[in-house]
């Protein structure tokens, strides 16, 4: 099995409240995973853990065939991207070349090293058009095109993406998400989308159900809404869900579509 990420029995307790039960989960690479969780369930927990921000944790954890452990921190890191929710925070220089190049040079790049990794992430985020902006400069969207830009400039083998687009509208996460998914047709990494909006689930390939610090379930999107293993969150389903219950509904269609476009050419035929 091609896994990237291992965690198994994994317990962690603010005080005396358990917020991970002995959680297990396994991602593979080269796949799109969307948490969907509550608010208080626990995933961002679980990012910083994996990350290696928080370490008082009952279990054990393997990133690309290492243990999670201080030896290997330093690896694993150079190997991993996360972004949280929290845009602002996460920007630490005052212009854009430095941001996305700041992990590079604590990895002792050369500068013509350097150069091709901007030559090469331009191609998919469009960097060089604020490559000499202020960061203070930026609006929300820049910003979070910067951030996206450095997690990916280093060519990570997954990239964890913590609530970092919630607050966009539909049509700005969904170039985000292309962005991601351009840049992964040749790259081939693994990505975990934390969210609770389960339209963001339709772009990936398996939904990962975290609710009360467990692991309800890690399936394939389409065996998720076939078989209805999000009962509890019926209200927020996808839209395009939805139309595809009503018109089965109606008899105008036997099968659940993912995608408008997919629908529309299915029906008028």
Known sequence: MDEILKIVDLTFRYGDKIVLDNLSLLLEYNNWYTLINDSASGATTLVKIVSGLLKDYDGDIEFNFLNLNEKNLYEIRTRMSVLFDEVDGQILTDNVYDEITFEMHNMNFTEDLI???????DKYTGIKNILNKSTTELDHEEKCLVLLTSALIIKPKLLIIDETFSSMSKSERANFFNIIK?????NKITVLNISNNLEDSLVGDYIIYLKDGKISFNERVQKVYDEKLLTEETESLPFIIKISEYLKLYDLTDKDYYSLEEMVEALWK
């Open 115 to 121: 150069e091709r990794y901007i030559d090469d992430i």
């Open 182 to 186: 351009n840049y992964n047709e040749e």
